[in-house]
């Protein structure tokens, strides 16, 4: 079975400071990772994914995540915050059938 | 990559009315799609999975008769709420798998936003 968990369900960082977002994940079989993005009333849309390739993964906006095996974990980190990359993050685990979100992550970017 | 669309993006309905919600892949087929409920701040609730030319899966507690899915080709599954109250006012969200796809990925709809009245 798999989990993912996301450490701090709010996090506020000032514009142009580095954005950390923690996701820890379970899984009894090799996993394949994912980060999504959604603004407010809309859909969610990839950000990057993690399919056993490198470890190091670079997303979208200026995103990338760094999958540890040892550490069980693939944190979401971007440099310098900008305003418009307040919104709600969401993790997820998939063995490539089942697909298993984390509670979510509300970024604030302030100016 | 790829599209999914939904539609309409918002509705707004009397009570005890029905609502049809469609989830489109636009370039590529996808046999199997997913129906996410989203209550606000809160993360996605799968409600359901829906398999082309067959019956839809659904989680525990969600009502079938209350939330018919239909999948009927593989470009298109709906999700209609049959005589909506209030309480089934929320953000709903589809998604779809490509057929093939090894990792399990998920391409998301834009979401509709559902207003029982």
């Known amino acids: 079975a798999q989990s993912v968990t996301q450490l701090g369900s709010h996090v506020s960082v000032s514009e142009g400071a580095l954005v950390l977002l923690r996701c820890n994940y379970s899984?009894?079989?090799?996993?394949?990772l994912f980060w999504y993005v959604q603004y407010p009333n809309q859909g969610l849309q990839l950000l990057l994914k993690y399919t056993s390739a490198a470890t190091l993964v670079k997303g979208i906006n200026g995103f990338e995540a760094e999958f540890k095996k040892s550490e069980t974990s693939f944190h979401l980190t971007k440099p310098s915050a900008h305003m418009s990359d307040a919104a709600e993050y969401f993790c997820?685990?998939?063995?490539?059938?089942?697909?298993?979100f984390g509670t979510g992550t509300s970024l604030t970017v302030i100016p | 990559g790829a599209v999914v669309s939904q539609h309409p993006s918002r509705v707004i309905c009397k009570s005890g009315t029905s609502v049809k919600i469609e989830c489109r892949s636009l370039?590529?087929?996808?046999?199997?799609m997913f129906w996410y409920r989203q209550f606000p701040k809160k993360s996605l609730m799968l409600m359901a999975t829906?398999?082309?030319?067959?019956?839809?899966?659904?989680e525990q507690g969600v009502e079938k008769d209350k939330f018919l899915i239909n999948h009927a080709s593989l470009t298109l599954s709906t999700l209609t709420v049959t005589s909506a109250h209030p309480e089934d006012s929320s953000f709903y969200i589809c998604?779809?798998?490509?057929?093939?796809?090894?990792?399990?990925?998920?391409?998301f709809g834009e979401g509709s936003r559902l207003t029982v009245l």
């Open positions: 899984s009894s079989v090799p996993p394949y």
């Open positions: 829906s398999n082309e030319g067959s019956k839809a899966t659904y």
């Open positions: 998604s779809a798998r490509v057929a093939g796809e090894y990792t399990g990925e998920l391409f």
């Open positions: 997820a685990v998939s063995d490539g059938n089942q697909f298993y």
């Open positions: 370039d590529f087929q996808a046999t199997t």
